[in-house]
Structure formats: structure tokens, C-alpha cells
């Protein structure tokens, strides 16, 4: 569980619910435009060097999971 936005006035608790899904990396991905502005696909490797800001605070340790599972 992570508090999201303490800063601001409208503070809330987002709980993380992690799922591996198997989808082929070239296959489209079709997000529910109403939730999403955009997608795109990421290596472990590209979000291991990008902003931490970017992703669920607790991305890091997932996949160190994934690691461990040999995904």
C-alpha cells in the first residue's frame, strides 16, 4: 500500500496488486483510453535507469521478484 499525493489536499492509499501476464511484445496493447493517456512497453532494464518517480514506488522490488522467479 502506498499513500499517493500527501502533499496535496486530496491524499489517498493506492493498493498494488502485481499479475505477470504473458503477451507478445510486438501485439498491441489496447488501454481503456478513459484511464490511460498513452502505453508502451518497458525493459526491466529501462526502468531500472529511468526517474523512480515515474512508477509505483514499489516497482524496483517487483521486479527483483521477477528476478528471482527467473521471468
Known amino acids: 500500500m502506498t499513500t499517493t499525493r500527501p502533499d496535496r489536499p486530496d491524499p489517498h492509499t ?5 499479475f505477470v501476464l504473458a503477451h507478445d511484445h510486438l501485439g498491441p496493447l489496447v488501454p481503456d483510453e ?6 508502451r512497453w518497458w525493459t526491466p532494464s529501462e ?3 529511468a526517474d523512480p518517480g515515474l512508477f509505483d514506488p ?8 521477477l528476478k528471482t522467479l527467473g521471468a
Not at 14 to 18: E, G, I, T, Y
Not at 34 to 39: C, G, L, N, P
Open 14 to 18: 493506492d493498493v498494488s496488486l502485481w
Open 34 to 39: 478513459r484511464e490511460y493517456a498513452s502505453v
Open 47 to 49: 526502468i531500472r535507469a
Open 58 to 65: 514499489h516497482m524496483g522490488r517487483m521486479l527483483d521478484k
